[in-house]
């Protein structure tokens, strides 16, 4: 069965119309004559939203008792048993009601996506996890329903439902938005045009970054190797040398001139080693390009112009800057070096050579020898065997009637050791074969025969042999361990980048994969894993439907181990699939770890993601295990009094006194109230954890709201002094809420103030904001118990925490900030404890 695709559409903020693009596709889709059915669509009683749907298929909502409340959620299993073609589920972000079967509606449109239906979504930017708390700082607004990006990236269509912010405010002035009563409030909080202008651009930016990903992909599939300049990425190449500072920043000011552009760092590392470049300078270096918002890469490769070239061409780079030679004039005369050669073969590629203080002052010797002997070294080592001995007799047979043989022979055993230094063992062999020959030919009498008449010139000659075979055999076994050694340089090196990766918290696995693909120089690294109803049998290796794709990296991936170049077994049901070449077997153990380290971190983003499901069950159980243990104390207690109260007036065979009765009926009465107070507070505890509590700001005086608040108190109002301005501007709140917060705090200020020390309330004006003050003179809190003391179900103190529910702080914060405001404790000067409520001002007409 194919997986249904994911079209999602995208919006800066709430009221742009994605609910109205996500409907109108869906009947565009249904006069296409395409089976379309409506999951969930939340219209927010908008009246063209809702015209939309008439006519259109809904399938019924799954109905949820939680705590009392009851609430609909997408009916996935109806939506499987109706089998349509394509289905309109809104909200993609939206977390499920506790004890449903997923978290998220993601995870529901999941289920939907392997079961062939196509469907479609829809999300704002604010709730994309990447952005979360950027959106907060912007707005001010934390927003609990997030949505990971990768889901959203994912898709197989992301459009921006796009519209100005002048456009979006007459919307919600002319009430198509919100209700009238909310419109002005909304205007001039969250839906400010700063605040719009700033979620559209993060919108466009996201939505940017997702085209990019699609046009890669296209690139990679069709087998483009040119660059399209659809947007400027600036790379630089960095060599470890001190000239990188110096081109990191100049880079940087390049792609700075155009919005938007791309900053990538690349270092070539040589494939039989990291000679010539210093660790420290490059780590170093990648800090100065991350903190600059680029990003570090590393590439293998021994021909560095066309590794440079590969790399900007893969990631579609249209700007390359390169640092100046440092090799001096004669140098360059044996070798154009790195800047000439990638300049001639850029082709689109704009190059930028950037002059620096090292410019020409010659080459550093590298720290470590040369890793092996290279291609060039061997065919110079060939080139003395073959031309030099023959260069060597025609100089010396003018002379061989003067110089003895000896000596001859001492001549070809220094041209045959520097064979074995340029070339190794066998150009050595060969020269010292045919330089035995040579000297048996012109120099050893008889003249021009290959025999030996003097057993001192044989003993000469053997010798000669066995010195050039023995130099050159130790040459070859140093070029060995050195390539070994170099190697494992570039092996620790790699490791060394993996564990920073996972240090630097990078452990993602895209992320992980994507620096796989780099390090090797592949076309594309995908996890596979075994599905779990597939049957084993010998040829799944080659089976697509066996194996489904966990994460990939770079072109088209591998959808088998049988399609790979280059496969790496994790364990009975993971692979790892590389394609791009055969790697050897040292290649293949730095892959197997980059290998282990993709399935470890896959293990840990399954495991977090377990218990973030499991989180909420765990909280629920919790609290109603400290609900249970707490409310055998705080609803006894009242109940117990009003029942004693009660019977004791109902018995006949006691004659009360009108003091008595009246003092029983007293005592029956603050029972009762308390007891209705405690069971408010936990209904509105539950609706706040539900998300379910509404809100109704609207513009208050303190100096009216703050009196009825005290009167609220009862017996304890004596207990409490308000100094409340009539100076002060009308708030925003909703005023039984904060009628209800003003009772908890003084309440609880009360309880804890020496008798004989009244709590005082006052408030005051501060810019946009106007806080109020709950002021007692009692032990206060340690400011390390703060943030506890917010808590349900906590008491902090003497008493322990079954002695009382302890609701009133956790439910006046919650209350507080679903009017907008915060509620902090801080230190009464004196001594004491002093809750500062912070609410916004009405907007001033």
């Known amino acids: ?258 919005k938007g552009a791309d900053l990538l760092a690349v270092h070539v590392t040589s494939a039989d080693g990291l000679a010539g470049a210093d660790p420290a300078s490059l780590a170093r270096q990648r800090t100065l390009v991350e903190s600059m918002g680029g990003t570090y890469h590393q590439v293998v490769g021994d021909d560095i112009p066309r590794a440079l070239l590969d790399f900007a061409r893969g990631v579609n780079a249209t700007q390359l800057v390169l640092g100046a030679s440092r090799r001096g004039r004669f140098a360059q005369i044996f070798s154009r070096g790195v800047g000439v050669e990638t300049t001639a073969r850029s082709g689109s590629i704009d190059v930028h050579m950037i002059t620096h203080d090292e410019a020409k002052k010659g080459r550093r010797r590298p720290a470590r020898t040369r890793a092996a002997l290279t291609r060039k070294r061997r065919l110079t080592g060939w080139a003395l065997a073959v031309a030099g001995m023959p260069l060597l007799t025609a100089a010396l047979v003018p002379f061989r009637d003067v110089v003895s043989l000896p000596s001859e022979i001492l001549f070809f055993l220094t041209l045959t050791v520097g064979v074995a230094l340029a070339g190794g063992m066998w150009p050595a062999i060969t020269a010292a074969v045919g330089g035995s020959l040579l000297l048996n030919w012109f120099f050893t009498p008889p003249i021009g025969e290959f025999t030996i008449n003097d057993p001192e010139n044989l003993f000469a000659l053997l010798v000669f042999v066995v010195v050039a075979a023995a130099v050159s055999t130790i040459v070859d076994i140093a070029a060995h361990r050195t390539r070994e050694a170099a190697r494992a340089s570039a092996d620790a090196e790699l490791l060394s980048t993996l564990a920073g990766h996972v240090l630097r918290g990078q452990s993602a696995v895209p992320s992980l994969l994507e620096r796989t693909r780099e390090t090797f120089g592949l076309t594309s ?124 007036l109902g018995n006949t065979d006691v004659t009360w006194s009108d003091h008595d009765r009246a003092e029983l009926l007293a005592t029956a009465q603050e029972s009762l109230d308390k007891l209705g107070r405690l069971v408010a507070n936990l209904l509105d505890m539950s609706r706040l954890q539900a998300g379910v509590l509404g809100a109704t700001p609207q513009p208050l005086a303190l100096e009216e709201v703050v009196p009825r608040a005290i009167d609220d108190l009862g017996p304890l109002r004596d207990r409490v002094e308000g100094d409340i301005s009539v100076e002060l501007p009308e708030i925003l709140a909703d005023p039984t809420l904060l009628e209800r917060v003003l009772v908890n705090l003084m309440a609880n200020a009360v309880r804890y103030s020496p008798p004989d020390q009244p709590v005082l309330i006052t408030a005051s004006w501060h810019g946009d904001r106007v806080e109020i003050r709950v002021m007692d003179r009692g032990p206060g809190i340690p400011p390390e118990d703060h943030d506890r003391v917010f808590q349900p179900f906590q008491r902090l103190g003497d008493r322990d925490n079954h002695s009382g529910v302890g609701l009133g702080l956790a439910l006046s914060r919650g209350l507080t900030e679903a009017m907008g405001g915060t509620l902090l404790p801080e230190e009464t000067p004196g001594g004491g404890l002093t809750m500062r409520l912070t609410l916004p001002i009405a907007a001033r007409r």
């Open 525 to 648: 690294v995908t996890l596979l894993e075994r599905r779990s109803e597939a049957a084993r049998t010998p040829d799944d290796q080659s089976d697509p439907g066996a194996w489904r794709i966990v994460a990939t990296s770079g072109g088209a991936p591998s959808t088998c181990p049988g399609q790979s170049d280059t496969d790496v077994v994790i364990d009975d049901d993971m692979i790892l699939a590389a394609q791009g070449g055969l790697l050897d077997a040292a290649d293949r153990t730095v892959l197997e770890a980059f290998a282990a380290e993709a399935a470890v971190a896959l293990r840990q983003e399954r495991l977090q993601e377990a218990a973030e499901q499991a989180r909420p069950l765990a909280e629920a159980d919790k609290m109603r295990t400290a609900l249970l243990a707490a409310v055998s104390h705080d609803l006894r207690t009242p109940l117990a009094s009003a029942r004693a109260a009660v019977e004791s």
């Open 1 to 258: 069965m194919r997986r249904g695709r994911l079209r999602v559409y995208l919006g800066a903020a709430p009221g742009v119309g994605k609910t109205y693009a996500m409907l109108s596709e869906g009947r565009r889709a249904r006069e296409r004559g395409r089976d379309v059915v409506v999951g969930l669509v939340e219209t927010h009683g908008r009246p063209r939203t809702t015209a939309l749907l008439e006519g259109m298929e809904v399938i019924p909502r799954r109905t949820v008792t939680h705590r009392g409340a009851t609430f609909t959620e997408l009916d996935v299993a109806a939506v499987l048993a109706r089998e349509p073609r394509v289905a309109l589920v809104d909200e993609l972000a939206h977390t499920n009601v506790p004890g449903s079967k997923n978290v998220k509606r993601w995870q529901d449109i999941d289920q939907l996506l392997d079961a062939g239906i196509d469907v479609v979504s829809t999300v704002n930017i604010q709730h994309l996890e990447s952005v979360n708390d950027v959106v907060q700082e912007i707005t001010g607004v934390p927003q609990r329903e997030t949505v990971p990006d990768e889901v959203v990236r994912r898709a197989d269509q992301v459009e921006l439902v796009d519209m100005s912010p002048e456009a979006l405010r007459r919307r919600m002035a002319h009430g198509n938005v919100y209700a009238p009563a909310k419109v002005d409030a909304a205007l001039s909080n969250y839906f400010r045009v700063g605040n719009l202008t700033a979620l559209r651009e993060l919108a466009l930016l996201w939505v940017a970054g997702k085209v990019d990903d699609q046009l890669d992909h296209y690139r990679a599939e069709h087998g483009i190797a040119s660059t399209w300049e659809a947007r400027e990425r600036v790379v630089v190449a960095l060599t470890g040398g001190p000239e990188g500072d110096t081109l990191v920043r100049r880079a940087a000011r390049i792609a700075a001139r155009t």
